[in-house]
């Protein structure tokens, strides 16, 4: 299908494009709550930041302009009043997971990152635990790795394959899985290796729900194999020992499938607000089984987490409550009032029709990239992912991440793509978005590859998009509840006006600014 105009769009996804069951079409949500971006601009980092909505902010305007909400830790009404709304927004949390309050508790924290460190910081770590991680992770997952090393514990990467059968009934628990261990380099030999039996340590195994460089989802049956069934990943490896937590990074899978953790019982689930609903920036949250927060050792204590401490004695005592022992400091409350309107709006489209409405966004451009070809046939893009052949998928969350060719095979570097998509008005992102495994798998970056891309001065903010021929990133569109076919659609047409090559396409405005910038080599 040619997909020429919005109606062959809306006869392969009317269904699921514009929340057609909703309280409010697409069209009016951009009318009503996205008057700013009527000049044209077309956002493309969803995955980077979503926008909020005009209401939710007049809303939010209106909550702290009628309430009065004093600091928590004091004893005046208004202290209670923001006790209570600490409470709701908490539950909220729970809530949106499916988490009983039985089993769960939800530390706010400030940022899906921050919540990643406490888990690193408390983790308790032994010689003999493992820190297990997929590949595709953020860098905000790695870092843990840093407490698990310096511990004396050891680390893997992982890489899960999951094999799909031809009828495309995928996902059962039964689906096969491929596995690779790589193991990471450990920092001190284990001393006491046989006098602490591995059966008591404690690892930590950590995958993302949605992968943020492809879009790629994880099943979180992994979450059960890992309980249940470890030999099915781990095989007899001495770490398949001992106790296992699994913790899931859903700071972007949680905007479209929240992950469900009455069925997938996660021991740490991080997200970040403003991925979900754009305001407030600077607040994230960490569920955490209550059984497993118990084992957690906090090192620090403070203001909020100390029930008693004497000042020039080695004398603490702390307060008993998970939240209470956890959040340092006075919650950012004014923040967490904040979140029940973002919450109202993402329930009232209801956030299946949110996935539904940006997968197929997702799906037409994917399709469209991929039917796009040079005058001499060669095909233009290449897009990265675990399941970029079959592009009707909905393994995939909102996301599109490739880089583009000339005729020749030869790359377009990515900074290149950004300058005219931004020249054009469309904003999207670059590079390996702080997700270095993803970025070295489907790039086909080796290990020599990347330290000598590092040693000749590449970093990650840099222009230097191509070194000897290969593509040092990628770039990534991302779509978000309020995204639309226009935007999709202006999307498709600049990278057709702009990178498609034809023979006679010579005097053309493109090329013009394409030989302006450095960077460009037109074949
Ligand atoms: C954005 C993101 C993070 C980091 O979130 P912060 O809000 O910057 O702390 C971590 N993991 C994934 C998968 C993300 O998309």
Redesign the pocket.
């Known amino acids: 299908m040619d997909y020429g105009d919005k109606e062959d769009f809306f006869m392969e996804f009317g269904a699921d494009y514009g929340y057609p069951n909703g309280p409010k079409s697409i069209d009016e949500i951009r009318a009503t709550e996205f008057k700013r971006l009527e000049n044209g601009s077309v956002y493309l980092d969803h995955?980077g930041a979503t926008l909020y909505s005009e209401l939710q902010m007049e809303a939010i305007f209106k909550d702290l302009t009628t309430n009065v909400y004093g600091n928590p830790h004091s004893q005046s009404d208004f202290s209670t009043t923001t006790c209570d709304i600490v409470r709701e927004a908490r539950q909220q949390v729970l809530d949106y997971c499916n988490a009983s309050p039985e089993d769960y508790k939800c530390i706010f924290t400030s940022?899906?990152?921050?919540a990643l460190k406490l888990i690193g910081e408390t983790f308790p770590w032994s010689q003999q635990s493992c820190f297990m991680y997929t590949m595709e992770n953020?860098n905000?997952?790695l870092g843990i790795r840093e407490y698990a090393l310096s511990h004396g514990a050891a680390a893997f990467a992982i890489d899960i394959e999951e094999t799909v059968d031809h009828d495309g009934l995928s996902r059962s628990p039964e689906t096969s899985m491929n596995v690779s261990l790589h193991p990471v380099q450990r920092r001190n030999e284990p001393e006491f290796a046989e006098i602490e039996p591995a059966g008591n340590a404690y690892s930590l195994f950590a995958f993302?729900s949605?992968c943020?460089f492809s879009g790629s989802r994880f099943t979180l049956d992994l979450v059960n194999v890992m309980k249940k069934n470890r030999a099915r990943i781990l095989e007899n490896s001495p770490s398949s020992q001992g106790h296992w937590m699994v913790l899931v990074?859903a700071?972007?899978g949680s905007v479209t499938q929240p992950p469900d953790l009455s069925k997938y019982p996660a021991d740490f689930v991080v997200m970040?607000f403003?991925?979900i609903f754009g305001y407030p920036t600077g607040l994230?949250a960490l569920i955490i089984r209550n059984d497993v927060a118990k084992l957690l050792k906090k090192t620090y204590f403070s203001g909020g987490t100390v029930a008693a401490s004497i000042a020039d004695i080695d004398f603490v005592k702390r307060r008993q409550g998970v939240e209470e022992l956890f959040e340092d400091g006075t919650a950012s409350f004014l923040s967490i009032a904040s979140i029940h309107h973002g919450f109202n709006l993402i329930n009232s489209l209801t956030v299946s029709a949110i996935c539904r409405h940006t997968t197929s966004l997702a799906i037409y451009v994917r399709k469209m990239l991929l039917g796009l070809r040079h005058d001499n046939g060669a095909s233009i893009c290449k897009i990265y992912g675990r399941l970029s052949s079959k592009v009707s998928s909905h393994e995939s969350g909102p996301i599109v991440t490739f880089n583009l060719k000339r005729p020749d095979g030869s790359w377009f570097g990515y900074r290149e793509v950004e300058k005219l998509a931004s020249l054009s008005g469309i904003q999207l992102r670059t590079g390996c978005f702080c997700n270095p495994g993803a970025c070295a798998k489907y790039l086909g970056l080796s290990h020599l590859d990347l330290l000598s891309n590092i040693e000749g001065g590449h970093v990650c903010w840099d222009d230097n998009d191509i070194i000897r021929g290969k593509p040092t990133g990628a770039v990534r569109i991302s779509f978000g509840y309020m995204s639309t076919y226009e935007d999709a659609k202006k999307f498709i047409d600049f990278v057709k006006s702009s990178f498609v090559l034809l023979p006679n396409k010579t005097a053309n405005g493109n090329l013009l600014i394409a030989s302006s910038i450095p960077l460009s080599k037109e074949g």
Do not use: C
């Open positions: 995955a940022g899906a990152t921050a953020h905000s997952v993302p949605e943020n990074d700071a972007k970040s403003y991925k994230g």
